[in-house]
């Protein structure tokens, strides 16, 4: 009688191997954003850096009483927004500004979360074959990087035009396209 099922065996226990492997893999991470320190050394009474800025943005704004000391600074040109804050301002927006949210980093993750599954899968397939998964890795984060920076110019953003004011001012109604600084702060970083 012809079974089309047969057991193959080699006789090897690899269990512990792959979960070597498995293990060492779960305590990588790729993450993108504009990392802590990336900018300058911290010092008292310096203006809050491009990682402070996004953090604010994802997490709340200043209390009152902190804007009202901040306010002022900033309009006088004593101290500036950092790449960091900037962001936290477009993905949440201001009102005292007349900002609406344009976030960046979340929805363009989001919006290209297939493609970066398919390099993930690479990641782990490299690893379980035995490879250096790190190439790999750096390969997803620079994918991270790309679709937040090519996020500022995606018609799928949904960002609001930028007002009659502002674009008179800059000459454009493409939001967050002027200089191009915020958008060459966002990066990767691999850890673990």
Same mark, same amino acid.
């Given at each position: ?10 006789? &090897? ?13 779960? #305590? ?35 209390? #009152? ?14 101290? *500036? ?17 007349? *900002? ?27 690893? +379980? ?7 790999? +890795? ?11 920076? /090519? ?11 930028? *007002? ?11 939001? +967050? ?8 702060? &966002?990066?990767?970083?691999?850890? /673990?």
């Amino acid at each position: 009688m012809f079974n089309a099922f047969s057991k193959v065996t080699t006789g &090897i226990d690899k269990t512990g191997e792959l979960n070597k492997i498995l293990e060492g893999l779960a #305590k990588k991470q790729v993450y993108v954003g504009i990392p802590e320190g990336s900018e300058r050394p911290e010092e008292p009474g310096q203006p809050i850096d491009n990682a402070q800025l996004l953090y604010i943005h994802s997490n709340g704004i200043r209390q #009152k009483a902190m804007r009202d000391e901040m306010n002022p600074k900033v309009e006088s040109g004593e101290m *500036s927004y950092s790449k960091a804050y900037q962001m936290w301002l477009q993905t949440h927006g201001s009102p005292l500004w007349r *900002s609406p949210p344009r976030p960046v980093i979340e929805p363009a993750i989001e919006h290209n979360k297939e493609a970066i599954a398919k390099q993930l899968k690479k990641v782990s397939e490299v690893a +379980l074959d035995g490879g250096d998964p790190e190439v790999e +890795l750096h390969k997803a984060g620079m994918m991270g990087q790309n679709f937040a920076r /090519g996020w500022f110019t995606d018609p799928n953003n949904g960002w609001p035009p930028n *007002s009659p004011i502002t674009e008179e001012r800059k000459g454009s109604d493409k939001p +967050l396209i002027d200089k191009g600084e915020l958008r060459k702060a &966002i990066t990767y970083v691999v850890k /673990g």
